[in-house]
Nanobody, 125 residues
């Protein structure tokens, strides 16, 4: 699976951005698409995920209520709507695909086999 992420940029605190990730290629019937983020010197951390078949969504506590993940089946695209952005949301955001991942492991980076190139989000104070 090839993933192409886009939509990052510079925004002031309190503002909004929408990230997109278009997928191409073959996936299993039970896959999930997630968003992760990473800042220099830190490990990549889970942000949000959606299971493609069921639409089940799961969020990190740090973004719950501010970020919304959604999908467009026809375009094989997942979106991350980010509202009320904070300076601590500044990071490179990556989309990723996991095939057959179980719910208890859906936040784990190592469960994701395919990764997009990353898009930088910068939130100024």
């Amino acid at each position: 699976v090839q993933l192409q992420a886009s939509g990052g940029g510079l925004v002031q605190a309190g503002g909004s951005l929408r990230l997109s990730c278009a997928a191409s290629g073959r996936t299993s019937n039970n896959y999930a698409m997630g968003w992760f983020r990473q800042t220099p010197g830190k490990e990549r951390e889970f942000v949000a995920v959606i299971r493609w078949s069921s639409g089940y969504k799961y969020y990190a506590d740090s973004v719950k209520g501010r970020f919304t993940i959604s999908r467009d089946n026809a375009r094989s695209t997942v979106y991350l709507q980010m509202n009320l952005l904070k300076p601590e949301d500044t990071a490179v955001y990556y989309c990723a695909v996991a095939n057959g991942v179980i719910l208890s492991r859906i936040r784990i980076v190592e469960e994701y086999e395919s990764w997009g190139q990353g898009t930088l989000v910068t939130v100024s104070s």
